[in-house]
Nanobody, 126 residues
């Protein structure tokens, strides 16, 4: 089992920034590719970003490309999501997820990782 705990969500004005963190425990962190997903009210959960086991490869949803950056620190068992130039449509609950497999390209949109955190709320006001 992998336990994931997100933090860093909150309320921010449009154009602002937030940094989400996700602390992992339970298994060897570097054995897992890491993901961020989000779910807005009355919408389905959607893929946001992915990072490979060592951090050498990343992939982003088109909607966040150029604004969000995923990174990881395997020594700290933590994955991050730096979110810049936030828009009201970024408002959602953000979930961290872990999976032994790393998706890439369009395959990420339908990928369902094995382990999920409880989520952290991000609200962007206009």
């Amino acid at each position: 089992q992998v336990q994931l705990v997100e933090s860093g969500g909150g309320l921010v004005q449009a154009g602002g920034s937030l940094r989400l963190s996700c602390a992992a425990s339970g298994r060897t962190f570097s054995d897992y590719a890491m993901y961020w997903f989000r779910q807005a009210p009355e919408k389905e959960r959607e893929f946001v970003a992915a990072i490979s086991w060592g951090g050498g490869s990343t992939y982003y949803a088109v909607s966040v490309r150029g604004r969000f950056t995923i990174s990881r620190d395997n020594a700290k068992n933590t994955v991050y999501l730096q979110m810049n130039s936030l828009k009201p449509e970024d408002t959602a609950v953000y979930y961290c997820a872990a999976d032994p497999n790393y998706c890439s390209g369009s395959g990420c949109y339908g990928h369902l990782p094995d382990y999920w955190g409880q989520g952290t709320q991000v609200t962007v006001s206009s």
